[in-house]
């Protein structure tokens, strides 16, 4: 979700197969750079698969460059590495969200063969997204300050567990802001 010059991106801490918990503390967002961020949603061992991947290559870019990637970068790469694997795709659905020039933010999601979702607003991925773009339309507003934008990106992503049985557990919920990431963990209504 974005607000004014800062994004946030949040994920619930729930592990699953099939109806089976896991883990009530499993990480879905990572941290590429200081203004880089990206969740991967879905199958876990794919999802994690693809994070060393990309980190790998956003490390020979650095090497290369002499400086990060920008959000359009990463998002190009995300997809294409996804593209790659189309005929044995990995099974999950990146959420990138990072601050580029003049740290104007940028999110966008993909489906699993690299297909580009941009939004200016927010982009919602993995198994509750259905009930999540009901509560992010309903609650976004444009522009908002650091502190807004975690209530309401914290609100949407509760109340849209709370409806889908196979997310929840709480959350992770990252505000990056042009100066800091503050890094939240939510306590669901059920734990």
Known sequence: MVGKNCFAIASDRRLHVQLQTIATD??????????????LFGLATDAQTLYQRL????KLYQLREERDMKPETFASLVSSILYEK?????????????LGDDDKPFICTMD??????????FVVAGI???SLYGACESMFKPDMEPEELFETIS???LSSVDRDCL???G????VVTPTEVKERILKGRRD
């Open 26 to 39: 499993f990480q879905r967002i990572h941290k590429i750079h200081d203004k880089l961020f990206i969740g």
């Open 128 to 130: 509750a997204s259905e």
């Open 155 to 157: 609100q949407a992503l």
């Open 171 to 174: 959350g992770h919920v990252y």
């Open 167 to 169: 997310s929840g557990w």
């Open 86 to 98: 189309r005929f044995g795709p990995y099974f999950c659905q990146p959420v990138i969200g990072g």
């Open 55 to 58: 980190v790998f290559r956003h």
């Open 112 to 121: 699993s063969i690299g297909v580009k979702e941009l939004e200016k607003d």
